[in-house]
C-alpha cells in the first residue's frame, strides 16, 4: 500500500502545467529526471508519486472508453464516469467516505458533467480493465481518494476489481 498524501507540495513542476505534463510525457523514455537526478531521488519520487493521483478514475474510464469505442464518450466523459466508479468502489471497500464520493458526483453534475456510471455497459467494460498500464500481471494499482488531496494506491485482484465494476450497475 503507497500512500500519496498532497506529494504535489514538494513537486515544483506543478507550478507550471503545460512544463510538467511535457516533462512527464518524456519520463516514459528519459532515463534521467528532467533535473538530471536520478529517478531514485527524493523530488523525483515526489513527481511520480503526483502522476499516480492524476489516474485517479482513468482504471474504470479507459475501460468505458475503450467499450465505447473511443467514439460515444470523449477521454473526458469516460474519467468523469471513471472517477465516480473509482469512489464508489472505494466506498464500498471501505476507503473511500460516502461524503466525498456524494459531494464529487454532485460537483460534476453541476459542471453537466457525465455521472451515471450505472447506465454504461459495465459487464463488458469490465473485461476490458485487464488492458490497463497499471496491470502487474493479476493486480491492478488502483488509486482511491480517502479525503480531498489524500489518494492511495492499492493493489486489487484483476477479477475483484472487474466484480466491483460490474456491481456498480445499482446507484
Known amino acids: 500500500m503507497k500512500s500519496l498524501t498532497a506529494p504535489w507540495k514538494t513537486c515544483p513542476f506543478l507550478l507550471f502545467p ?5 516533462l512527464f510525457s518524456l519520463s516514459a523514455v528519459w532515463p534521467e529526471s528532467p533535473l538530471g537526478a536520478p529517478r531514485e531521488n527524493h523530488l523525483w519520487g515526489h513527481c511520480q508519486a503526483v502522476r499516480a493521483v492524476l489516474n485517479l478514475g482513468h482504471t474504470v474510464g479507459h475501460a ?10 470523449t477521454h473526458g466523459e469516460a474519467v468523469g464516469l471513471g472517477l ?3 469512489l464508489r468502489i472505494g466506498q464500498k471497500l471501505g476507503h473511500t467516505p460516502a461524503e466525498l464520493a456524494d459531494r ?11 455521472t451515471a456510471i450505472e447506465d454504461e455497459p459495465l459487464a463488458a467494460a469490465a473485461e476490458l480493465i485487464g488492458h490497463d498500464k497499471k496491470r ?36
Open 18 to 22: 503545460r512544463p510538467f505534463a511535457f
Open 64 to 73: 468505458v472508453e475503450a467499450q465505447a469505442g473511443f467514439e460515444r464518450l
Open 84 to 86: 465516480v466508479a473509482a
Open 104 to 114: 464529487t458526483r454532485k460537483l460534476l453534475g453541476t459542471l453537466q458533467l457525465m
Open 136 to 171: 502487474a500481471g493479476s493486480k491492478v494499482n488502483f488509486v482511491f481518494a480517502r479525503g480531498m488531496g489524500d489518494v492511495i494506491t492499492i493493489p486489487l485482484d484483476l477479477a475483484e476489481l472487474r466484480e466491483l465494476t460490474r456491481g456498480l450497475t445499482t446507484v
